[in-house]
């Protein structure tokens, strides 16, 4: 065991099966070495750095109805809303007061917003915030869409892909197809964008198998962010009975990823602060670098609802940036508020301008 997370430290490279067998007999005291190994790669290609993104979640509307999601086309038991641009706008300038360089606009696919609204959106912030950078995640769009958006001053685009197994996909996702998902993903990093992916831990029916394919699925990807979190049942979901994943898997996954991934830009992400008090810290710890307080409006941040029982939902944006700062410095990091690029990015960039 200690000679493949010694060679997943080394190499940056595990066979699907090294993954299989090291995920299946991981031991408590395994877990510590690994996450030892994840955070001195991290340090090396960030330092103790860990990048604040401004979250804008501008709309719950989804036309998808994915059985683990509590925005999902079919919840409803769930108020709706929809932040204008204007109002989105508000958010912003907000968070750059706060310091913030990157936005991150997420909703649910709503194509209330239209590729020209969307595009407006963009334009409109890069014009009165010079040198933000902007990551949009709202789902899957046409690639002349796509296009619009990067060619308005779009920088990056999240998508997690969720899962790579074909199979759980299928049974996770009514509405959805995996190839269209990945094909999406390829066509964002063909276009030029900073691309997002990343997947759950815990979905029910969730193998070993699965999660080392989802493994294999980023090393081939290389996307420069990847967002990963544990699975929690939402009452109004048909998986409201089902266990839900757990923070030491969740952990576990993150680290596998720095080290197979050892560039990418990971987030602690803010369910990891639901399920445990010091989730985020921990997740810090196994190598994740990035954590994105909210902006949303707090008249609606109760109502984007992908799981329950969410933590900051009552805290003015202010005191989120200020809290999340202290967390990041109790456990010797120190928060960055710049752009944040991704090493990978950075380096392929100055590779270009050179030729």
Partial sequence: MLELIAKAFNTNKLTKEEIIYLLQNLKDEDRQTLFGYALETKKKHY??????????????????DCLYCGIRASNPMLSRYRLTPEEIQVCCQEGYNLGYRTFVLQSGEDLWYTKDIIVKIIRRIKDKFPGVAITLSIGERKRDEYEAYFRAGADR????????????????????????????LQALKEIGYQVGAGFMVGLPGQSHIDLAEDLCYLQELEPDMVGIGPFIPHSETPLKGEKGGTVEDTLVMVALTRLLLPESLLPAATAMGTLHPQGRELALQAGANVVMPLLTPSSVRKLYELYQNKICLNDESGKCRYCIERRINSVGMAADLSRGDSSRFIRTHELKQKR
């Fill in 47 to 64: 330092g103790d750095e860990v990048y604040l993104r401004g979250l804008i979640e501008f709309s719950n509307h989804c036309r998808q």
């Fill in 157 to 184: 685009f999240l998508m997690r892909h969720e899962t790579a197994s074909e199979r759980l996909y299928a049974k996770l996702h009514p509405t959805m197809k995996l190839e269209n998902r990945l094909a999406c």
